[in-house]
T-cell receptor, first 118, second 113 residues
Framework: GAVVSQHPSWVICKSGTSVKIECRSLDFQATTMFWYRQFPKQSLMLMATSNEGSKATYEQGVEKDKFLINHASLTLSTLTVTSAHPEDSSFYIC??????????????FGSGTRLTVV | GQQLNQSPQSMFIQEGEDVSMNCTSSSIFNTWLWYKQDPGEGPVLLIALYKAGELTSNGRLTAQFGITRKDSFLNISASIPSDVGIYFCAGHRVMSTGNQFYFGTGTSLTVIP
């Protein structure tokens, strides 16, 4: 089945620095990828949707200049948390769908990235 | 962003009991999905529903896509300890702005042996 690889699985960074998280579809091409953040014991909150070849669409309240999303190719999307602060500490998860399967909407998820800003 | 209302928020049941949880939305979705998430991991797809009224099973799991396309339920029969985890519903639709994919608020399931 479809596999989505997310890297790194965890990262600790200093406040004010930037962190890049990668999301790769390993055995399929993904025209659409989603980025979520999840706080402890809460649901996944959609941050943005990226479609290959166009700019990401951000959800209301998500700062596009702070969370830079680049859908660089059909197999790679990156999320960069710029000038990170402790309140950005969270679990970030990406998901992707195989564009070949137009009837299948079961997006595959990465294993997540635990970001801790100190 | 939009979030789907999921209930109950948590459940504590005895092994062998059946479980039922549901998800509602104020707006229509074209596809409903149910996921399970273990701590520190990404969600794993359990069941996908594509048509209003559809009833689909996957082993001990059964899910239905509501007729109004605004709700869905998931049943787990004869629960076992490994069913422990957090279950999320998710709705997908295609809008003029592109694909939209939102999650429910989650149901935490604890199975007591």
């Amino acid at each position: 089945g479809a596999v989505v690889s997310q890297h790194p699985s965890w990262v600790i960074c200093k406040s004010g620095t930037s962190v890049k998280i990668e999301c790769r579809s390993l055995d399929f091409q993904a025209t659409t990828m989603f980025w979520y953040r999840q706080f402890p014991k809460q649901s996944l909150m959609l941050m943005a949707t990226s479609n290959e070849g166009s700019k990401a669409t951000y959800e209301q309240g998500v700062e596009k200049d702070k969370f830079l999303i680049n859908h660089a190719s059909l197999t790679l999307s990156t999320l960069t948390v710029t000038s990170a602060h402790p309140e950005d500490s969270s679990f970030y998860i990406c998901s992707a769908r195989d564009f070949r399967d137009s009837e299948y909407y079961g997006y595959t998820f990465g294993s997540g990235t635990r970001l801790t800003v100190v | 962003g939009q979030q789907l209302n999921q209930s109950p928020q948590s459940m504590f049941i005895q092994e062998g009991e059946d479980v039922s949880m549901n998800c509602t939305s104020s707006s229509i979705f074209n596809t409903w999905l149910w996921y399970k998430q273990d701590p520190g991991e990404g969600p794993v797809l359990l069941i996908a529903l594509y048509k209003a009224g559809e009833l689909t099973s996957n082993g001990r799991l059964t899910a239905q896509f509501g007729i109004t396309r605004k709700d869905s339920f998931l049943n787990i029969s004869a629960s076992i300890p490994s069913d422990v985890g957090i279950y999320f519903c998710a709705g997908h639709r295609v809008m003029s702005t592109g694909n939209q994919f939102y999650f429910g608020t989650g149901t935490s399931l604890t199975v007591i042996p």
